[in-house]
């Protein structure tokens, strides 16, 4: 619905030179003081005025509001970082409401700097540039430990060797070991992580600790998110 309003250009993390930035989960413009650049320090004295702060961005400075207009939409209901307590000053703030990210590979930071993508390769700027959008990551279930999801999900591809990536975000291990994913066409489908690496960084992040991830390099999830992480470079 968005790209339908802007000339099928999707969702993007920054904004124009000069615009807000969207660096809330890759869509919406993060809380003022900003948390999860100011590295995870609380400015709130409570977990009422933070709940406050966040619902109010996601309804004034948010992308997508308009389409969903309903804060609950953007919060998983399982998503246990919500029962931490605010605390002025704790870093990192462990506590967060929102849930969904936007994923790297669509509408990304790359965007604005494609010369040299900070997250090594440039994403899709258009749905119709996506050439398998029923294969194509849009938004992933992640979690944060500095107040909200910080910027998009991102794995940065070590190119030329198409089969290499470093991990980065965690996924969100809030129910079992299953996150969900939206896909380019607007599908939704959830996936079971197996990964031993991939789970301890998931719970140690929903759990609201600074969290330290070095992937795997094969096997079942790996495989997963290199078929639906897909880029110009990586179609």
Known sequence: MYAGDNGDKIVASFAEAGSPNHDGDGFWGPPNPDTGNGMGTSPWV??????????????????????????????????????????????????????????????????????????????????????????????????????????TWIVKFNFPAATSFTWADPVAIFHGDVNTECFSDGHVEYHKWSDPLILAAGKQASLGQIYIFTGPTSGIDYDYVLNHFLFPANP
């Open 46 to 151: 409570s977990t009422a005025q933070a709940l406050a702060d966040m619902q109010g961005m996601l309804r004034t400075n948010n992308l997508l509001y308009q389409y969903a207009p309903n804060v609950d939409v953007y919060h998983c209901p399982g998503d246990i970082r919500l029962n931490f307590s605010v605390v002025l000053n704790q870093s990192p703030v462990k506590w967060a409401y929102d849930s969904y990210s936007k994923t790297e590979n669509v509408g990304g930071e790359g965007l604005l700097k494609p010369a040299a993508p900070p997250w090594g390769e440039v994403p899709y700027a258009k749905t119709s540039d996506i050439k398998r959008p029923s294969n194509t990551f849009a938004f992933l279930e992640d979690s944060d430990c500095r107040g909200y999801n910080v910027g």
